[in-house]
């Protein structure tokens, strides 16, 4: 009982600070007040979806299955592409605080992050300090942008593969945003 209060109040959090919601906003690109999709999906599971928060660009992110912030959570794109990126809030939060470019992402390579993290800090020198401040707000400790990309990898390309969006009217599966 204890951890889903913990996980209500992270949840909470997102909205009850300025400074974590504007950095989870920027770079994060996820805004927790709106979870609608633009087409109607369903998982090809059967199992409960539920659209929690999104992003600028039309993508949408949903708990997976039934209970409270620890479900998996899955990303849907406005373009056609899914992909089960954590199991968790606090996991997705990590991922947003640690490696914000994680969409931009194609190999999930050390060399790749590093190039990615350059080009958001010449437009944020102040993003280490930003995300730090985030994180204690949240009272996350924060893995390292190594650990989160390769747990988000492993996520997306093994337990995702339970976790097939389908577009409903056309009953056709998403592509995989993340690829083995």
Known sequence: MARVQRMRSLI?????????????????DFDPG??????????ESGATLEGFA??????????????????PI???????????VAIGLTELLQLLLVAPWWRDSRAFTAAESAELAADYLED???????????????NLALPTEADVLARLREVATEAGKDFVLIFTPENEPYNLLIKA
């Open 54 to 71: 999104g992003d600028g660009a039309g993508g949408t992110y949903f708990f997976c299955g039934d209970g409270g912030e620890e479900r």
């Open 74 to 84: 899955l990303y849907a794109d406005s373009e056609g592409g899914a992909a089960l």
């Open 34 to 43: 709106r979870g609608d999709h633009v087409e109607e999906v369903h998982l």
């Open 124 to 138: 944020m020198p102040d993003l280490p300090a930003r995300r730090d401040r985030a994180a204690a707000a949240l």
């Open 12 to 28: 909470t959090s997102l909205h009850e600070d300025d400074d974590t919601a504007d950095f989870l906003a920027w770079p994060g």
